[in-house]
């Protein structure tokens, strides 16, 4: 197993100061605390929540086997792309700091916006639900002791307006054990000072720990980074559909990518085994396959109880629609077994990163439909995909 040493070489440019390391460390190894640590990691934009979260979740994982991570940042999540809210179970710890990774959460909810301003209600329904499955499964009174795992909270950068008022609700819904508040040099941006999310004569125990975001030398240098949060968001949902192709497959450009997702042969879905639903926006019931059609969409299992939220299995590209055969053609990496759960399918505002669609991903100009079936570049492409048919779903 990587050791934290190990970890810290392999990511030279991450600076982890003493009082980093500390803050961790009394989290990880709170006596106070005996069932395991629940820690929201808090602060503006851009102070290092997420750098703290994955620092904190590996010394977590020195002492215990698995950690929980809830991510609420649903602009720049940790383990999945943008869109998703999640609860991942890690067991590995993450050898390079600065390089994210994708992986597949044990449970995740499409929110399907980079941001939580659009609906602050639906995304805390799916965050306090997310928390309450994590207190079900793993956090149970009368379950053996080692099925009892920490949680990390990673938590977004909008801290002022609504944006404060969504991070009080988590806060007051979640009730950690302990809350890490990032405080960076600009003290207006910060949050407020002491245990601002509690009423005066709150009796529960938590731990405040503030720390400030990471200088990097004597001169007290910030290290905070400016992120290009379009192009890492394009990054992942490119990673996340790299996974349609086995790891040895040499795709390592762009162009490449666009051509193998070109070619790939889609699942086949049939249009009425399937529900849509618009996420964030009405769409007239006659402009649905045209707004569908070359799309990401949020692949979901409806609730047996429609006001649940459905959870979601994954992400695919609607390649083409066929409403002559009443088919749907759909790219996605997520593997048929849990594919044939999907009767749902989501559309927010997640998109096909641009620079994949100026190469030749081309898609069907438009859904087939019997009065308009055409023919283009892009239809060839298709049609060699659908040679190599694929299983429809159930
Ligand atoms: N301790 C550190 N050492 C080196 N670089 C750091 C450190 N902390 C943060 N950074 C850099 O600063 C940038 C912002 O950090 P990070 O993504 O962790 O912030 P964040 O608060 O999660 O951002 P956001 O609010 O946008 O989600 C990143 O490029 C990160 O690599």
Request: charged fraction near 20%; hydrophobic fraction near 40%.
């Amino acid at each position: 197993m990587t050791s934290i040493t190990e970890m810290e070489e392999a990511s030279p440019s991450i600076h982890i100061s003493d009082e980093w390391s500390e803050a961790a460390e009394s989290v990880a190894y709170d006596s106070t605390t005996s069932p395991p640590p629940i820690a929201i990691v808090c602060g503006p934009k851009n102070c290092g929540k997420t750098t703290f979260s994955r620092y904190l979740l590996n010394i977590l994982l020195q002492r215990y086997k698995r950690v929980g991570y809830l991510d609420t940042d649903v602009g720049q999540p940790e383990f999945t792309t943008t869109g998703f809210l999640s609860l991942t179970v890690v067991d590995k710890l993450t050898p390079d700091l600065t390089i994210p990774c994708l992986k597949t959460p044990e449970r995740c909810f499409f929110f399907g916006d980079v941001s939580s301003k659009r609906d602050p209600t639906t995304y805390l329904k799916c965050i306090f639900t997310l928390y309450d499955y994590y207190r079900k499964e793993y956090c149970k009174s009368d379950s053996p002791v080692r099925n009892e795992m920490p949680l990390v909270v990673n938590t977004h950068g909008w801290v002022k307006g609504v944006g404060y008022d969504i991070l009080v609700d988590m806060l007051r819904h979640i009730a950690p054990t302990h809350v890490v508040k990032i405080n960076i040099t600009s003290e207006r941006k910060n949050l407020p000072g002491g245990k601002f999310w509690l009423d005066d004569g709150y009796g529960g125990q938590v731990n405040l720990i503030e720390i400030n975001s990471a200088r990097q030398d004597s001169f007290n240098r910030s290290v905070l980074i400016q992120k290009d949060a379009c192009l890492l968001r394009d990054l992942r949902i490119m990673a996340y559909f790299r996974q349609c192709f086995p790891s040895n497959l040499n795709i390592t450009t762009i162009k490449e990518l666009a051509n193998a997702l070109a070619s790939h042969p889609p699942y086949q879905v049939p249009i009425s085994s399937i529900k849509i639903r618009h996420l964030h926006s009405q769409v007239p019931h006659t402009e649905v396959f045209y707004s569908l059609n070359a799309t990401i969409v949020g692949l979901a299992v409806s609730s047996k109880q429609p006001e649940n939220i459905p959870w979601c299995v994954g992400l695919g590209i609607v390649r083409g629609i066929d409403t002559f055969k009443g088919l749907l053609y759909l790219i996605s990496p997520v593997p048929l077994i849990l594919l044939e759960k999907v009767d749902l399918l989501l559309q927010g505002f997640i998109h096909i990163p641009t620079c994949l669609l100026q190469c030749d991903f081309v898609f069907t100009s438009e859904y087939f439909s019997s009065a308009t079936a055409c023919l283009s570049v892009g239809m060839a492409n298709y049609a060699m995909g659908m040679t190599q048919l694929l299983m429809p779903l159930a």
